[in-house]
């Protein structure tokens, strides 16, 4: 699985004050909530494509066309690393050693698949056979942006996580 390892130690400054007042049970209340916040703006940022041939301009998150990518995006919280982990897992795509999610948020190399068409989703229309046997797909990131528009609420569900466990 791909995504971000969100630990308590990289929020410097209040973190560890907070840190020192909180609970295990605390931690993972706000850690598993930062996660569902982004992962779910995650899968929101990925629309529905009109067809196969309409393909989201690079910069911008990918498109959807079957539903593999927006349905593998989850949230795990780890315990013993005290951190959260979001992202999508490797999707199961045939005739597949790429990890296209990867490829998809940071850009890089696919080669072309004789069992899979899934490379020419994101092209214009023309035939298959004349594709090159490599293609280089420039990043459209989906993970990144939403991590990054839900990390100024970080300090707002820290404070909610300790005032709901001190009033029960």
Sequence with gaps: MIGMNIVVKEF????????????VRQEEIALRRFGAFVSSDARKSIRKAPSIW????????????????????????????SSVIVGPMKLPVKGRTEDIALILEEGGP?????????????????????????????????MTPAYLKNLPKLPAIWSYAVKRTTKT
């Design 12 to 23: 410097k400054g209040w973190a560890t004050q907070v840190k020192d007042v909180m609970s």
């Design 54 to 81: 309409k393909t989201s301009k690079p910069g911008r998150p990918p498109k959807s066309h079957t539903g593999l990518l927006k349905d593998h995006i989850i949230f795990d919280y780890s315990l013993q690393e």
């Design 110 to 142: 696919v080669v072309k698949s004789k069992t899979s068409r899934i490379i020419q989703a994101f092209d214009s229309p023309f035939d298959w056979k004349d594709m090159p046997s490599k293609k280089n797909i420039k990043p459209r990131p989906y």
